[in-house]
């Protein structure tokens, strides 16, 4: 990709403010205190043992060395019919924007993001994306993943579906700025990757 069709640098803090300015987050509590409140109510009591999973027992701790209550592994290109397109997230993700997908243009196509959560309940996990074409904003999207607690599996979080823009005008390389937070702003990953849209697959 030529210099001039480069994002610049992602923003310390991208516009994750206007997702919904009147939204207050709920105020953090640990799985202690979720598992002590109601528990006279044996329904409830079942339902959050269910919801909680592993966390029930003590805290879900996958990786010792890492500090982060959320891990994400991949990122990945869905299209019916073909092959997962992947990013792997786990190691340098400077390096990611040397990767480029291609995408047909036109075609429908989803997001989906696998991440571990561990040692404690995590809320309100936003996923937000932001798409340049030669250093200029095209596009923006912020998808409310949810809230989450820690299991040692992997966890996933899929975008409703998009359609790839199409027409000649629409075809070149675009650069995207991906970061995951959460209601308490806190940074869990944010990164850079980049994807052509050409009239075919083989183009």
Sequence with gaps: MADS???PEILESP?????????????EKSIE???AADKEDE???KYKEALLGDAKSGAVVVDPNDERKVIVKKLALCVPDRPDMELD???DVS??????????????YKIRIDFIVQREIVHGLKYVQKTYRMGVPVDKMTHMVGSYPPKTEIQSYTTPAEEAPAGMM??????VQSLFT???????????????IKKDWKD
């Design 33 to 35: 205190e979720i598992m």
């Design 95 to 108: 390096q990611l924007k040397k990767q480029v997908f291609t995408i047909k243009e036109g075609v429908s």
């Design 182 to 196: 959460d209601d308490d702003k806190h940074e869990h990953l944010k990164w850079e990757w980049c994807f052509d």
């Design 170 to 175: 629409a075809r070149g390389s675009y650069s």
């Design 5 to 7: 069709e480069k994002a």
């Design 43 to 45: 329904s409830l009591r």
């Design 15 to 27: 516009d994750v403010e206007d997702v919904d300015s009147s939204y207050k987050p709920p105020p």
């Design 89 to 91: 997230l786990s190691g």
